[in-house]
């Protein structure tokens, strides 16, 4: 006898999809601080900021930096730092989709 297994309907894979893009998409950016962490941390750079990559503008500081560095480095940083600022837009894209999503979902949470 072969059990009936369950199959969510073509609208909810398509939702569960969004959320796991949304998933991948923060964890690449999770790697790319963490690399561009490990650059500050070599060359001891310091700030009192707990969010360097906030809306702080802390980003300019950043860019301040590469001209400090050796160009290997300064190419890792400012290619680091580009594609963060990349990925931030693309979660915002993503996250309003999914909030549209939600709100037709009374049991569902939304992002902070």
Same mark, same amino acid.
């Given at each position: 006898? *072969?059990?009936?297994? #369950?199959?969510?309907?073509? +609208?909810?894979? !398509? ?9 991948? /998409?923060?964890r690449t950016k999770t ?7 490990? *650059?500050?941390?070599? #060359?001891?750079?310091?700030? +009192?900021?707990? !969010? ?9 500081? /950043?860019?301040?930096?590469s001209s400090q560095i ?5 190419? *890792? ?7 963060? +600022? ?27």
């Amino acid at each position: 006898m *072969i059990y009936e297994s #369950y199959v969510p309907k073509r +609208e909810d894979r !398509d939702k569960r999809s969004l959320v796991r893009h949304r998933i991948t /998409l923060s964890r690449t950016k999770t790697k790319l601080v963490n690399k561009v962490h490990s *650059i500050l941390d070599k #060359y001891d750079y310091r700030t +009192e900021l707990t !969010d360097i990559f906030g809306k702080s503008g802390i980003i300019d500081w /950043l860019k301040s930096l590469s001209s400090q560095i050796t160009p290997v480095d300064r190419i *890792i940083l400012d290619t680091s730092i580009e594609s963060i +600022e990349a990925i931030n837009q693309q979660i915002d894209t993503v996250s309003k989709e999914i909030s549209k999503y939600a709100e037709d979902n009374k049991g569902c949470k939304d992002f902070p």
